[in-house]
């Protein structure tokens, strides 16, 4: 049995940044947003920690007593 001595070759990457441009824009981008995330998250805790809340209950009103329709209902058309 012949045996090919015919390989295939790997493929090539498909986007390589050698100059190192992408992560220097992910860098400048990233920080602005993870400062302004730590800043709403201090803001959040702050809120939930160092507050009282005396807040007044909330009274749902009472139900309206059921009253029975005087008479036989009239059948619904759909």
Do not use: C, H, T
């Not at 947003?33 to 800043?39: C, D, K, Q």
Request: net charge positive; hydrophobic share 45%.
């Amino acid at each position: 049995m012949a045996e090919s001595r015919y390989e295939e070759p790997a493929p090539a990457p498909v986007f390589v940044d050698q100059s190192g441009l992408r992560s220097r824009l992910l860098r400048r981008f990233g920080w602005p947003v993870s400062v302004v995330g730590a800043i709403l998250a201090a803001a959040m805790g702050g809120s939930l920690i160092g507050m009282q809340s005396d807040a007044p209950a909330m009274e749902i009103p009472p139900k309206p007593s059921y009253l029975p329709a005087k008479g036989p209902l009239a059948p619904s058309l759909l």
